[in-house]
Every structure is written in C-alpha cells, then in structure tokens.
C-alpha cells in the first residue's frame, strides 16, 4: 500500500509544480508516508524481546508489546494518509478556473480512486 499512496503522491507532484503549499503537503505527505512504513517495519520486526520470544514462547523472560493497539494505531495513521492523499486532488482542483459543477465532478471522478 505505501508503494501506491507513493506513486500517486509523484504523480501528483508531476501534476502540479506551480503551488508551494501543494508542493509542501505532497513531500510532507511523502516523507510521512516513508517514515510511518520504516517505522511499522522496526516495531513489527523487534516486536517481542528477545526477538525469538515471537515464535518460541517458551522462552523465559520474554515480553511482547501490546499488538493490539499497535494494529490500530498503524491503522489510524495509514487512514490518516490516505486522507491526505485523497485531500490533495480536491486541493489542486479547487484552484482551477472552471464551472463549480465541473469541479465537483472532477473531484468525484479523483476522489474514487481512493475507494
């Protein structure tokens, strides 16, 4: 999922290069996108320690983190970004000089990629 929110994020860039707060919330978008997986991917890895504890529980000493609130607070977070990713189109669309139905529908028409 972070290679896709990734891959509309520069297409996006590609799309739009004149506006600064648009260009601004698509790296921070980016940056957040990168650092929430690197992030998820350490804590999933060292979850347990020691770290065999995960698939041998009979190890003495061993403890887990709550995976429960780690599983919704990733989810949370990856609900948040793609949020600000579906948010982006309706931002740049906004700005363009055409009928107000016509940018609704173009939002509508972005926006059911996110579905």
């Known amino acids: 999922m972070t290679v896709v929110k990734l891959s509309i994020l520069l297409f996006l860039r590609r799309l739009e290069s004149q506006s600064r707060v ?40 061993g403890t887990c ?19 600000v990713v579906l948010s982006i189109p309706i931002i740049i669309t906004w700005s363009l000089q055409m009928p107000l139905r016509r940018k609704i529908a173009v939002c509508v028409i972005l926006c059911l990629g996110g579905v």
């Open 65 to 83: 983190i709550d995976q429960g609130g780690f599983y919704v607070s990733t989810a949370a977070l990856n609900l948040l970004t793609d949020l």
């Open 22 to 61: 648009v260009n601004g919330l698509i790296w921070g978008a980016m940056a957040f996108v990168v650092g929430l997986f690197i992030a998820t991917l350490f804590v999933d890895i060292f979850q347990c320690r020691p770290i065999a504890y995960v698939y041998d529980m009979s190890i003495p000493g």
